[in-house]
């Protein structure tokens, strides 16, 4: 081997191995340490984005998805991606329901709360892609807040006309297919809870 191909081709190549192998290990490193600080805080985020819709509880569950939930025989749809236990003091008080719903727009993720006597909490949109100022006015207090309070004894029905029950949902002008989305993803998650709680 002659010293100009040392020089010219391994020599080089041997630096920029070197120096893969440092800044390799200098990530891994650096990962190694914020990992658990990013894994932290985005629990503590999605404990507070669960207190939006159940401002009464003061932790969470881990959130238990659709495939164990059905093992045990309870009614899930396949809009339900996970379900929260609300507790307070250690005692439970209820649940957040995690829902993905198909809008005119695409999916609305969404959760729901729903506390021990069949109250709704909250009703929150997490991300959407409906049309502004027409689907995309599901995630306003004016829409989502016709489903606080208790469950009505009757399904919701989406109504294009001022409500004359309590389970009629005023649907949003012009974003029928969206209101009806959202509508959806509330009933199956009081569906969840009520099969949950032995209810029918």
């Known amino acids: 081997m002659s010293k100009g191909i040392f020089r010219e081709i391994i020599k080089p190549a041997l630096i920029l191995c070197i120096i893969c192998v440092f800044f390799s290990g200098a ?3 650096v990962n190694g340490v914020t990992k658990p600080i990013i894994d932290e805080n985005e ?10 819709v159940f401002a009464d509880a003061r932790e969470f569950s881990e959130g238990v998805g659709p495939e164990e939930l059905k093992t045990k025989g309870y009614n ?22 995690e829902v993905s719903t198909r809008g005119y727009g695409g999916e ?3 959760l729901v709360g729903i506390d021990n006597s069949m109250n709704i909490t909250g009703v929150v949109l997490t991300s ?11 995630a306003e207090p004016g829409f989502r807040d016709q489903f606080l309070g208790p469950v009505p004894e ?42 949950m709680s032995g209810g029918n």
Do not use: C, W
């Open 27 to 29: 990530l891994a490193f």
């Open 43 to 52: 629990r503590i985020a999605h404990q507070e984005s669960l207190k939006n």
């Open 76 to 97: 899930v749809s396949e809009r339900i991606a996970k379900i929260y236990e609300a507790l307070k003091d250690g005692q439970p008080v209820g649940h957040v329901v």
């Open 108 to 110: 609305i993720k969404m």
């Open 128 to 138: 959407h892609s409906e049309t502004p100022g027409l689907g995309a006015k599901g």
């Open 154 to 195: 009757k399904e919701f029905s989406v109504v294009k006309v001022a409500p004359r029950s309590d389970n009629e949902i005023q649907a949003i002008s012009g974003a029928t297919v969206t209101s009806r989305a959202i509508t959806n993803g509330v009933a199956d998650a009081v569906a969840l809870v009520r099969s």
